[in-house]
T-cell receptor, first 112, second 111 residues
Framework: NAGVTQTPKFQVLKTGQSMTLQCAQDMNHEYMSWYRQDPGMGLRLIHYSVGAGITDQGEVPNGYNVSRSTTEDFPLRLLSAAPSQTSVYFC???????????FGQGTRLTVV | RKEVEQDPGPFNVPEGATVAFNCTYSNSASQSFFWYRQDCRKEPKLLMSVYSSGNEDGRFTAQLNRASQYISLLIRDSKLSDSATYLCVVPRMDSSYKLIFGSGTRLLVRP
């Protein structure tokens, strides 16, 4: 039972590079979201999706894009990496709006 | 006022102790609440959901005080393995139902 799978687990980027963080869930959850977690700041919502084809911005969307072409996948794209995007990124899914979230194992991203 | 606030701690307690954390929330209309546990450098994992006055699961009890707008987490007979950060989560009461995370309370259980 895979749950929420994120890849890669670790990544180092140079400033200005772009990359995509992958997220897939096999629980048929409609609601998916991306968070970043920085020391002392808790989890902050980047983007979320309430279903295939529907995405919306969270608290800190600048510098990130998302798409949701299928129920299972919700990739997060960094357009032009900056050192301020060094963080731990978590993808999560929920069966319903406002319900508990199930998290992937996280991606540790360092931008140099 | 923050939507969800927690004492960051750390709470440093001996094994076997009882410890309680509080989490205050700003929206009096909130209906559901969650406690998550997060180990260092790992993903948050659901510990307990609360939809009414409280919930109990073994050594863990969550209690909701709607009048004062806080939810507490009580851990009895603390174990070394309980050392972690505990996150309080409250869905926002708008059309998005986004989950709002507190910044967490760190618990250290010492031998």
């Amino acid at each position: 039972n895979a749950g929420v799978t994120q890849t890669p687990k670790f990544q180092v980027l140079k400033t200005g590079q772009s990359m995509t963080l992958q997220c897939a869930q096999d629980m048929n959850h409609e609601y998916m979201s991306w968070y970043r977690q920085d020391p002392g700041m808790g989890l902050r919502l980047i983007h979320y999706s309430v279903g295939a084809g529907i995405t919306d911005q969270g608290e800190v969307p600048n510098g990130y894009n998302v798409s949701r072409s299928t129920t299972e996948d919700f990739p997060l794209r960094l357009l032009s990496a900056a050192p301020s995007q060094t963080s731990v990124y978590f993808c999560a899914s929920s069966p319903r709006l406002g319900d508990e979230a199930f998290f992937g194992q996280g991606t540790r991203l360092t931008v140099v | 006022r923050k939507e969800v606030e927690q004492d960051p701690g750390p709470f440093n307690v001996p094994e076997g102790a009882t410890v309680a954390f509080n989490c205050t929330y700003s929206n009096s209309a909130s209906q559901s609440f969650f406690w998550y546990r997060q180990d260092c450098r790992k993903e948050p994992k659901l510990l307990m959901s609360v939809y009414s006055s409280g919930n109990e699961d073994g050594r863990f009890t969550a209690q909701l005080n709607r009048a004062s707008q806080y939810i507490s987490l009580l851990i009895r007979d603390s174990k070394l393995s309980d050392s972690a950060t505990y996150l309080c989560v409250v869905p926002r009461m708008d059309s998005s139902y986004k989950l709002i995370f507190g910044s967490g309370t760190r618990l250290l259980v010492r031998p």
